[in-house]
């Protein structure tokens, strides 16, 4: 049930859909005479679009995510890496049976250097199709093309393709690892995902050394207009929308112990 309502949630409040049904309620309104109510709907949808888009709003969200769990100092023994699905384009190679890589794709690309550096490693791959209302590929599906073309033996990969969400990516992981005390086991995810992510996967008795990638922040954007175009910028604030309520949501179903995970904590 949490698994549909947080998909069903999402839908509709993140930033262009929410845009979108504000907008939509306005013109309702000003059609059966509320005016007052349609001129509201409409001034609403216009600030959130351009906040989210024009404004330096998402990256600011962002930046605190992808600093708080900082990338530690390499261990000199890897006994195996954990590389957290969503780095892929789902549909598209679904129907093409290649390995197209999205905007997280650094996820994929890292996991494929720390396995080359540490040749013993185990790599787990996780990741289902987490989507409610679109088909696709999931990235346990998709990755063993890209990384046997980048040099990473079939029988070195561990696939977890069950996981439709973080939570489940953690559970199912540690199901299909069965860590064994005093291994090292390196968690790969985008930067702005690591608290969630290893939050979830200390609860659930994974212990895992960060390794976060994919950073979409510099850290020195500041408060103001224009400093990204504005696609880029809408982006930043759908995925800090969508990762602040997620470590809220989290939260307060008991899935995690805090609503913004320490490290060490």
Do not use: C
């Amino acid at each position: 049930m949490f698994y549909y309502l947080s998909k069903i949630f999402w839908f509709v409040i993140q930033p262009l859909n929410l845009t979108i049904f504000l907008l939509s309620a306005g013109l309702l309104a000003g059609m059966v005479g509320r005016r007052r109510l349609a001129v509201s709907g409409g001034v609403l949808a216009f600030l959130i679009l351009a906040l989210s888009a024009w404004t330096s709003l998402g990256a600011m969200m962002l930046n605190p995510l992808e600093e708080r769990f900082p990338r530690p100092p390499l261990p000199k023994k890897v006994d195996g890496i954990v590389v957290l699905g969503g780095g892929f384009e789902g549909a598209i190679n679904l129907a093409r049976r290649g390995y197209e890589l999205n905007s997280s794709g650094d996820r994929m690309v890292e996991t494929a250097i720390l396995a080359r550096r540490f040749p013993q490693a185990k790599v787990v791959v996780s990741g289902g199709n987490g989507s409610l209302f679109f088909d696709g590929e999931g990235d346990a599906d998709t990755a063993p093309r890209l990384l046997e073309a980048l040099g990473v033996p079939a029988d070195r990969l561990l696939l977890e393709d069950k996981s439709r969400n973080t939570y489940e990516n953690a559970v199912f992981s540690r199901e299909l690892v069965k860590p064994k005390p005093g291994e090292t086991w390196l968690l790969v995810t985008s930067a702005f995902h690591m608290p969630r992510a290893k939050a979830l996967f200390d609860k659930a008795g994974f212990p895992t050394v960060q390794w976060p990638v994919d950073y979409r922040t510099s850290g020195r954007e500041g408060v103001g207009l224009f400093r990204d175009n504005a696609a880029d910028s809408l982006q930043n604030t759908t995925i800090a929308v969508r990762e602040w309520i997620g470590l809220f949501a989290y939260w307060l179903s008991g899935r995690i112990d805090q609503p913004f995970p320490t490290p060490g904590g």
